[in-house]
């Protein structure tokens, strides 16, 4: 069943079909993610902006685990009926689809922060549409495909739910941070040493490190800035905002593709270069854009009431 609907989309490829498939299939990428993020992040909410990247690496770190676990192989390494196309973005296993859950993760948290039509509509249109993109695409069998979805939405779900109920406490959400944080750079050093003694170095195992890299970056960054800056997104106009966001961001792809240059390929590099970024993006670009003057710090409680 799952073969006859590859050979039905591989049918149906067009030039112009390729071209709209991967335009779609970039919706489920970690590049939006971070872009819609770091927005909301220095822009809008700190609060909502932390929750909407958190429950986004969460559900990655959640799908690379279940991947390494299963270990299925893509359609195209199996199928010679079946050629695979945008093999960049096939990394890793198969099951369950990354790009799904990532669509699935982003849309439904997007839906959940702004409760607007336009919100619910565009993770209604995006999230299957993503999905019916790596099908089409030869990187990703259906179950792959629908597997990503249900993970998505429902860990999405839960992760926002549990971050929700911590900014409600009085204390806020600091202890889970931090405990995150060290989570995220333990079980990367867990699965580096069980690669090591029990695989071999066989396991695909990169796409966890970059994740769980960003994790330990922006859960640790997002640790410190709550403790230490205390800046408030709301404050500025528009222009003060736009650009602290484009500097923000330009400094983002600085660190990427500048560690990228500067460092050699493996695991332990790539847990470095994203979490970099996201510690960029959750204290150090606060922290300079605050002695900069891009950023404001929150209001001290004699402001507040006067």
Known sequence: ??????????????PGLDRLAEAVTMLGEEDLAIVAASFVYWNLSKKTGFRLAAVFILSTILNTLVKI????PRPF?????????????????????????????LFTAGALLFRSRGAILAAVLAIPLVGLSRIYLG??????????????VTSTLVFWEIFRRQDETQDGPG???????AGAGGAALILLLLDWVFFHGSLDIRDFFKISGAGTGFFGGYFLETRFLGFDARRGGPGLKALRYILGLFGAAAFLLGLKILF????IFAFIRYGAVGFWAAFLWPFLGTKMGLFLREPSAEESHE
């Open 69 to 72: 676990t299963v270990r299925a």
């Open 139 to 152: 990187v990703h069998w259906p179950v792959d495909v629908l597997a990503g979805i249900a993970l998505g």
């Open 77 to 105: 390494q199996v199928l010679s009926s079946v050629r695979g196309k945008r093999l960049a973005t096939a990394t890793g296993y198969s099951f369950p689809s990354g790009h799904s859950q990532g669509a699935a993760s």
């Open 264 to 267: 050699p390929g493996g695991n």
């Open 1 to 14: 069943m799952q073969e006859a609907i590859l050979r039905f989309f591989q049918a149906l490829a067009t």
């Open 175 to 181: 202890r889970l941070v931090s405990i995150l944080a």
